[in-house]
């Protein structure tokens, strides 16, 4: 119970990393917040596991690019919950199509959602965190940020993570001492997302990664739980990668 009655909103948690992350928060003990954007069966199912488990879930649909719906899902939060300690910037999206292909809607709607909406999160999120003097951000990022060039095919998904590696340090930086935001950086993560990447690619990733495997969504919520924990609370400002070695700095 690492982290008991702690309340958590973990945005794009109907599927995948988020999915996971919200299920071992709440084995953990948290009350958490599921956002989603179109997968509502899915996401209302994750809440059922949970309750069904004797955790405390409630499901949010909201754009996390959108203003007015983040203030809705932090509002919705506030009036279920009273309080917010944990904020897991995770929802994103990735257009696996090479430079030249990608259209400029779906280079805004890249930047939109996964670096956009982390700001616009924190944003409304912070002043709550500030008044209670205690609280926790994390950051989705990714290797493809870290200027890895095995890892930086993806033009637009490449800015929108290095940006959420550069507000990472800089909300560090503005929200302390009171609030930690670090960002966890996987590597290839077998979920949705990634189905669409070539078979030829996937090999390749897999030859450059020591430990032989691609990552699970367990071994990022791992350390997502870590980063959230009161152990991790001399923490912020940092990047932690959880790539299986490929990349290694
Ligand atoms: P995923 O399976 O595709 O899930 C994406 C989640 O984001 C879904 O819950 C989706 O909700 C939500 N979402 C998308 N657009 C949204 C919006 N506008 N507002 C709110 N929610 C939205 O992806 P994943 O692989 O778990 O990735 C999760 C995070 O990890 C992303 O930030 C991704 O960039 C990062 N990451 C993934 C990998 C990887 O290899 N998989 C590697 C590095 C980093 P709906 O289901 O409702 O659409």
Redesign the pocket.
């Known amino acids: 119970m690492r982290l008991k009655d702690k309340i958590a909103i973990i945005?794009?948690?109907?599927?995948?990393?988020?999915r996971s992350i919200a299920e071992l928060y709440a084995r953990e003990g948290a009350k958490v917040v599921i956002?989603?954007?179109?997968?509502e069966k899915?996401?209302l199912a994750v809440a059922d596991r949970i309750r069904k488990q004797g955790g405390q879930a409630i499901c949010v649909k909201?754009?996390?690019?959108k203003s007015d719906e983040v203030k809705r899902l932090v509002e919705t939060t506030m009036k279920t919950y009273g309080r917010i300690d944990i904020l897991v910037n995770?929802?994103?999206?990735?257009i696996a199509k090479d430079f030249f292909e990608v259209t400029e809607n779906e280079w805004d709607q890249t930047i939109d959602?996964?670096l956009k909406?982390a700001y616009l999160c924190s944003k409304e999120v912070a002043p709550i965190m500030l008044k209670q003097k205690q609280g926790t951000i994390i950051n989705?990022?990714?290797?493809?940020g870290l200027y890895h060039p095995s890892a930086m095919r993806f033009t637009e998904y490449v800015a929108s993570k290095a940006g959420m590696n550069g507000l990472t340090k800089a909300l560090a930086l503005r929200l302390g001492p009171h609030i930690t935001v670090n960002a966890i950086c996987?590597?290839?993560?077998k979920?949705?997302?990634?189905a669409e990447i070539d078979p030829s690619v996937q090999k390749m990733v897999l030859d450059e990664t020591p430990l032989k495997r691609f990552g699970t969504?367990e071994d990022v919520a791992n350390c997502a739980l870590f980063l959230a924990s009161d152990e991790a609370w001399f923490i912020t400002g940092e990047l932690l990668i959880v790539a299986g070695g490929r990349g290694m700095h």
């Open positions: 945005t794009g948690a109907s599927r995948g990393i988020g956002n989603y954007i179109r997968s899915e996401a909201a754009d996390v690019s995770n929802a994103g999206v990735h959602i996964n909406g989705m990022s990714s290797n493809s996987p590597g290839f993560i979920t949705e997302m990634v969504c």
